[in-house]
C-alpha cells in the first residue's frame, strides 16, 4: 500500500513562508498526479496546487496563485509546496493526494491516496 508522509507544518506571522514536503513510500509516485489540499476548521477540504505526471502541467486555487509553487522530483518519491507570503486564512491542516491526471485538480474523490495532514497557522 502506497503511502505518503507530510513534514514542515507549522507557526507564521502573516507575511512568512513555509515550505511543506510530501514523501511517498514507493516510486509509482512518478505514475500519478500529485495535489495539495487544505482543510481548514468547519470548511470543506479544498485542492490549492496540483502537479500532473505524464504533462507536467500545474494548477493553483485562485485564493494561492502567486504565491504557492508544487514542486514535484519523481526520482526522490517527493512533492514540495513552497508557500510565499502567508495569510492567516491560508491557516489550515495540509494534505498531499496522489490520483489520476486530469484538466486542473478536480475533488478529494479524484484522489486515490492520502498523508496524514500537517497543521500550518498564520497567526501574529
Known amino acids: 500500500q502506497l503511502q505518503l508522509v507530510e513534514s514542515g507544518g507549522g507557526l507564521v506571522q502573516p507575511g512568512g513562508s513555509l515550505r511543506l514536503s510530501c514523501v511517498a513510500s514507493e516510486y509509482t509516485f512518478a505514475n500519478y498526479a500529485v495535489a495539495w489540499f487544505r482543510q481548514a476548521p468547519g470548511k470543506e477540504r479544498e485542492a490549492v496546487a496540483c502537479?500532473?505526471?505524464?504533462?507536467?502541467?500545474?494548477y493553483y486555487a485562485d485564493a494561492v496563485k502567486g504565491r504557492f509553487t508544487i514542486f514535484r522530483v519523481n526520482a526522490e518519491r517527493k512533492s514540495d509546496l513552497q508557500m510565499n507570503s502567508l495569510k492567516p486564512e491560508d491557516t489550515a491542516v495540509y494534505y498531499c493526494a496522489l490520483g489520476g491526471d486530469r484538466l486542473g485538480c478536480g475533488t478529494e474523490r479524484d484522489y486515490d491516496y492520502w498523508g496524514q495532514g500537517t497543521q500550518v497557522t498564520v497567526s501574529s
Open positions: 502537479f500532473g505526471s505524464w504533462r507536467g502541467d500545474t
